[in-house]
């Protein structure tokens, strides 16, 4: 079974703070995905990484970036956290470009006040 | 507006009862995804429909791509409380990497 685990289920952080959330899956993908869930907006790309050190910028990049140092782990960073930050964000993995299921995490609800 | 439109948004019923949700989207659709989320949790991959008129299933949900590829239906028979949750459509419509999500249809099963 693919597993994708998030560092943390719920974080609380002051507006202005850098954030990281980090995403590691256990199953060999290439392809890792961060996006971020809104009411009403439903699931929004934040970027997107194809292979270690690759990135791609998604339909929401503003205001965070990414690391991907090693194949199983993909790190998203709110440089400075801003309220408008707060949301659920969810990691995904998958295992080439197209056409392959995405399998997500658990999901981090970031609250930033 | 959405390219990828669910409906309905939300959808009540009695236990035992039969329910469709729908997926459809304005372009064709390589492949499109099926996934559940409980309240605050991350999205549990149900099906993957790729070919025109297929159909999967999964105990009791049974999912189906129309022949133009532009249509899903999700259909679960019987329906339990174990199914309550947020079903999603994920849809890939230009064959690569990205992905469009639907809202979301948001089951309340009344035992």
């Known amino acids: 079974d693919v597993k994708v685990t998030q560092s943390s289920r719920y974080l609380v952080k002051r507006t202005g703070e850098k954030v990281f959330l980090e995403c590691v899956q256990d199953m060999d993908h290439e392809n890792m995905f961060w996006y971020r869930q809104d009411p009403g907006l439903g699931l929004r790309l934040i970027y997107f990484s194809y292979d270690v050190k690759m990135k791609e910028k998604g339909d929401i990049p503003e205001g965070y970036s990414v690391s991907r140092e090693k194949k199983e782990r993909f790190s998203l960073i709110l440089e400075s956290a801003s309220t408008n930050q707060t949301s659920m964000y969810l990691c995904?993995?998958?295992?080439?470009?197209?056409?392959?299921?995405?399998?997500f995490g658990p999901g981090t609800r970031l609250l930033v006040l | 507006s959405q390219e990828l439109e669910q409906s309905p948004q939300s959808l009540i019923v009695q236990e035992g009862k039969n329910l469709t949700i729908n997926c459809t989207s304005s372009?064709?659709?390589?492949?499109l995804y099926w996934y559940k989320q409980k309240y605050g949790e991350g999205l549990i991959f149900l099906m993957m429909?790729?070919?025109?008129?297929e159909e999967k299933s999964h105990e009791k949900i049974t999912a189906k791509l129309d022949e133009k590829k532009q249509q899903s239906s999700l259909h679960i028979t019987a329906s339990q409380p174990s199914h309550a949750g947020i079903y999603l459509c994920?849809?890939?419509?230009?064959?690569?990497?990205?992905?469009?999500f639907g809202t979301g249809t948001r089951l309340k099963v009344l035992a």
């Open positions: 995904a993995s998958s295992r080439t470009s197209a056409q392959e299921t995405q399998y």
């Open positions: 372009k064709t659709l390589y492949g």
């Open positions: 429909l790729q070919k025109g008129g």
């Open positions: 994920g849809a890939d419509t230009s064959g690569t990497y990205k992905y469009i």
